[in-house]
C-alpha cells in the first residue's frame, strides 16, 4: 500500500514588473534631437586630439586679439586718410572673417587631397607673382614691388607662394624619401622651383619675405630628413646672396649700418633708425603694465606701420610688458601644438608640411619681434594673425588649417595617424595551461 505524496506547496505567484513608465520630461529628453546649428558646429570642430582643440582656440585668440589691436593701432592713421577711424578695422575684422572659415574647411579636408594639389599650387602662385613683376597689374609702396592690383582690390602672392611651397615641398620631399641624402636629389627639383619662387619675390624688393620663405624651405628639408652637411652648405650659400642682395641696395645697406651701429648715431635717428627709435619709445612708454587700450601716443603718426610690422611696439605701449609676454606665451603655445603633431603625424607627408607651417609661422613672429626689439635690422615683416593685412591673415590660417587636417583625426584615412604605436609583444613562447576536468578533456 503505497502512501499519497503530499501536495507541493503552492508556489508564490511572482508579481509582474510594473512596466516603467517615462514622464512626459523623460520622453521629450529621449526623443529631443540636436538642432542643427548644434550638428554643424559638431561636425565642424569635431576631433579626437588635444592637439587639434590646442590649435584651433590660439589661433582664433591671436586673431581676435590681432584685430582689436589692429583698431587700436591704426584708428589715428585711418581717420587722417580716410574720415573713419575704425576704417582698417572694418577691413581686418572682414578678412578674419573670411580666413577663419578658409581655415575651418581646410581642417575637414583629407590628406589626400593635399597630396594631389601640390604641382597646381605652386604653378598658380609662381604665375601670380610674375604677374608682380612682368605685368601692369604689379604696384609697389615706394619701396617693395610686392602687390598685384585689380581695381580696387589688392593681393600680396608672395603669401600664396609661402602656402603653396608647404604642400609642394611636402609631396617631393615624400617621394624622394629614400634618396634625400643625394645632393643631385636635394636639388632636383627644389632649387629651379623653390629658388625660382623666391628670386622672383625677390625681385620685388621684399627681402623680408625671402628670408622667411628660405626659412620654410629650410624647415621643410629638416623635417625631411635631410643631412646636417646638406643643410649647413645650403644656409652658407644663402646667407652670401643675402649680403649680396643687401650690398646691392643702397637704403638696405644705411639700414644695416644702422642697426650695426646700435642706432646710436645722431645723424641716422632721422631716418634709417626713425622705425626703432620710436618702436623703442612706445615699448618704454608702456612699462610693465601699459597705458591702457588705446591711449598710445605713438600710433599718433610717430611710428610708421604702426598696425602692421611694429603693432608688437604698440601692444607693448598700451599693455604694457604683460601684453608682451601674453603675446609671447600664446605663440609658444602655438608652436608646442604644431610640434606635438609633426612629431607624432606617421604620414611622412603630414610630418613635412606640419614642420613647414611651423618654422614658417613662428619664425616669421620671430623675426617680426626680433626687429621691433632691434634684434634686427628693419625687414618689414608682419606679425603673423595679429598684423593687418589680409593676404598674411587668410593665408596664414589656411596653412593652419592644413595643419589642423593632419590633427583632427586618430585614423590613418583621413589624415595623420595620432594613435599609439602597437606593443611590442614578447618573443617567449607563452606555456600552455593545464587542461581542467569537465571540459572536453578525458581523464586517463
Not at 591671436?62 to 593701432?73: E, N
Not at 583629407?110 to 597630396?115: A, D, E, R, V
Not at 604677374?131 to 602672392?157: C, D, H, R, Y
Not at 611710428?303 to 611694429?310: C, G, I, R, S, W
Request: aromatic share 8%.
Amino acid at each position: 500500500m503505497t502512501t499519497p505524496r503530499p501536495a507541493a506547496p503552492p508556489r508564490p505567484t511572482r508579481r509582474p514588473a510594473r512596466a516603467a513608465q517615462a514622464t512626459p520630461v523623460a520622453q521629450a529628453a529621449e526623443t529631443r534631437q540636436p538642432s542643427t546649428a548644434v550638428r554643424v558646429v559638431q561636425r565642424v570642430f569635431g576631433a579626437e586630439t588635444p592637439e587639434y582643440f590646442l590649435l584651433l582656440a590660439t589661433t582664433l585668440f591671436l586673431v581676435a586679439f590681432g584685430v582689436v589691436m589692429v583698431a587700436s593701432s591704426s584708428a589715428v592713421e585711418s581717420f587722417v586718410d580716410e574720415g573713419d577711424f575704425f576704417g582698417q578695422a572694418k577691413r581686418q575684422g572682414l578678412y578674419a572673417l573670411i580666413g577663419v572659415p578658409v581655415m575651418l574647411l581646410a581642417a575637414r579636408a583629407p590628406i589626400t587631397f593635399w597630396k594631389r594639389w601640390g604641382w597646381h599650387a605652386i604653378i598658380v602662385a609662381i604665375g601670380l607673382q610674375a604677374l608682380v613683376i612682368f605685368s601692369p597689374l604689379g604696384v609697389g609702396n615706394g619701396f617693395n614691388k610686392n602687390w598685384i592690383q585689380l581695381g580696387s582690390f589688392t593681393a600680396q602672392p608672395s603669401e600664396v607662394v609661402k602656402l603653396a611651397l608647404v604642400i609642394w615641398l611636402a609631396q617631393i620631399l615624400v617621394a624622394k624619401q629614400a634618396v634625400i641624402t643625394q645632393w643631385r636629389q636635394l636639388l632636383l627639383p627644389i632649387v629651379p622651383v623653390a629658388g625660382g619662387a623666391i628670386v622672383l619675390v625677390l625681385a620685388g624688393g621684399d627681402l623680408g619675405t625671402v628670408i622667411i620663405l628660405f626659412l620654410l624651405v629650410m624647415g621643410a628639408l629638416y623635417f625631411a630628413g635631410a643631412r646636417a652637411l646638406h643643410l649647413t652648405v645650403v644656409t652658407v650659400l644663402a646667407g652670401a646672396a643675402g649680403v649680396a642682395a643687401m650690398l646691392a641696395s643702397d637704403s638696405r645697406r644705411k639700414r644695416v649700418e644702422a642697426w650695426l651701429g646700435g642706432c646710436s648715431d645722431p645723424d641716422l635717428a632721422g631716418n634709417d633708425c626713425y622705425q626703432t627709435l620710436h618702436g623703442w619709445q612706445a615699448l618704454a612708454h608702456g612699462g610693465v603694465f601699459g597705458v591702457g587700450l588705446g591711449n598710445s601716443s605713438g600710433k599718433w603718426l610717430w611710428l610708421p606701420e604702426a598696425d602692421n610690422d611694429f603693432i608688437f611696439a604698440i601692444i607693448g605701449e598700451e599693455l604694457g610688458l604683460v601684453g608682451c609676454v601674453l603675446v609671447l606665451a600664446l605663440l609658444v603655445v602655438l608652436t608646442i601644438a604644431l610640434v606635438r603633431v609633426a612629431r607624432r603625424a606617421r604620414d611622412p607627408f603630414a610630418k613635412i608640411a606640419t614642420g613647414a607651417v611651423t618654422v614658417w609661422i613662428i619664425g616669421q613672429a620671430l623675426v617680426n619681434i626680433g626687429v621691433v626689439l632691434g634684434l634686427l635690422p628693419v625687414l618689414g615683416v608682419p606679425l603673423p594673425l595679429v598684423s593687418a593685412g589680409g593676404s598674411a591673415l587668410i593665408t596664414s590660417l589656411a596653412g593652419i588649417g592644413i595643419v589642423l587636417s593632419f590633427a583632427r583625426t586618430r585614423s590613418a584615412g583621413s589624415g595623420a595617424d595620432f594613435s599609439p604605436p602597437p606593443r611590442r609583444q614578447s618573443q617567449r613562447p607563452s606555456r600552455p595551461s593545464a587542461p581542467e576536468a569537465g571540459h572536453g578533456q578525458r581523464i586517463r
